[in-house]
């Protein structure tokens, strides 16, 4: 146990488990590295030190008890700020929650607490999950491992960065549109997002209903299976909540063979727009599938194009009204209340002061998507292409076992770059929206760096609801077999912090 | 589609309670018609006999047995209160004074 920092979960949490080194060690080896590189990185917003070390010291008292502990007890975790914990401040990257300290745990902090899982502290995210590159906090944005001058993705830019920084093994995300996939793929880390409906949304702070997924962040995709398996599962809590047993994906990872199973190419995502290098990462994974044993077939899903127009209609109008809740009357920031201003004035003068730009963007684009006159043309048409989408993944996985593609058209991009250009931005997600829109699982795992700028390349695996298995049996097998050919995981070619 | 004016995003602002600054409409109006002239294109492809889908899930409504369970104590609530008076949120005026 050299390098505590290093070690995957598994690792850890085996050595844990025999003795080799105690809970509080690995969580004080974290905490140091925080306090060590964060000042550069920026993933966190609030490190919980003291909620950290009774956490591992708990672990570390069960242990020596003679409990049998669970297979990620006294792994550290880094946790989007997205999701309630009880007395810890959850912010959502928005000066509208700034100090506010819930009363409760989300179903799935209380799920990590009962695993046994460390929590380090709060990840940087763009305000409530809306971005792709984290500069939409409002607490100021966070630089990307790789290049600290570039974005680590968004909106789990923080639970991303902090995995390619080695300030934690593990992170949650959350996905609406790809925030767990594209800041896994520019970071070079493993980023899943489950079928939606697997892990509750029972405390994540809503930001389109019908998208939003939590889901598992690591380095390796055998944690980020040990990870799937501690947070998934039914929730009586969260009434959209699959009653369904967790799909077997640690067996499936650990499993890691391609042999005789059908793999899609999706033809739609390539061409105009997107980077050569990431291109040629691709075509390489495709060949190397092929390789182990794959049947790769080319797959036409001609919907896929109106996916990203769809989900900026769909998740705004979500967004309008579930932001509403942010009413300056039961929690959160109160402005301009002096006594003779009505509520309503109270109200809107908060919201002014308290969202970002994009925030209030989507707030108003979905309240003009919803308004009566444009309704059919703008939110019941995106409506449809979201069954027009279902069925072309439908037809696809009646022929394929899993589908495939590049998780984003380009590398990192330099913070600043698309910062005020909202259109640009958004293709950002192009290839990780459709999953969202049809509810199924999807992964991003690193395919290598594209040659013209040293940056990772995420390749996306896409599997049938409920099949979230295959993901990590694909993952699994293309990790294994590029870490064969470099002699090592590609986040050891970072640069030192 | 029309475009949307400096004074439509003035609407959509009181519709969403945002209590805009000038600077900010215009930035807004030509933002919020880019986007909405690129997603327009939905309806290229949003036939008739298309079915809507509102969500991922078959949904029906859960129900639980209707047992008394623990919740929250008032303090608990109230603590995060931007102000609060006699175990009460402590709201501005609703009314008119009249």
Sequence with gaps: MADLIRCTAAETAAAIASGEVSAVEVAQAHLDRINAVDEKVHAFLHVDTDGALAAARSVDARRAAGEELGPLAGVPLALKDVFTTKGVPTTAGSKMLEGWRPPYDATLTRRLKEAGVVILGKTNMDEFAMGSSTENSAYGPTGNPWDLSRIPGGSGGGSAAALAAYEAPLAIGTDTGGSIRQPGAVTGTVGVKPTYGSVSRYGLIAFSSSLDQGGPCARTVLDAALLHEAIAGHDPMDSTSIDAPVPAVVAAARQADVKGMRVGVVKEFGGEGYQAGVMQRFHESVELLRSLGAEIVEISCPSFTYALPAYYLIAPSECSSNLARFDAMRYGLRVGDNGARSAEEVTALTREAGFGPEVKRRIMLGTYALSSGYYDAYYGSAQKVRTLITRDFDRAFGDVDVLISPTTPTTAFPIGERADDPMAMYLADLCTIPSNLAGNAAMSVPCGLAPEDNLPVGLQIIAPALADDRLYRVGAAVEAALNDKWGHPLLEEAPAL | ?98
């Design chain 2, 1 to 98: 589609m029309p475009g949307i004016t400096r004074e439509e995003v003035a609407h959509l602002a009181r519709l969403s309670r945002l209590e805009l600054k000038s600077e900010e409409l215009d930035h807004f109006a030509e933002q919020l018609n880019d986007i909405v002239d690129a997603v327009a294109r939905v309806s290229e492809i949003a036939a008739e006999d298309v079915p809507p889908t509102s969500h991922p899930l078959p949904l029906t409504n859960v129900m639980r047995a209707d047992e008394v369970r623990p919740s929250l104590s008032p303090d608990e609530v109230l603590a995060a209160a931007p102000a609060a008076e006699e175990q009460r949120f402590r709201v501005p005026q609703i009314l008119g004074e009249d």
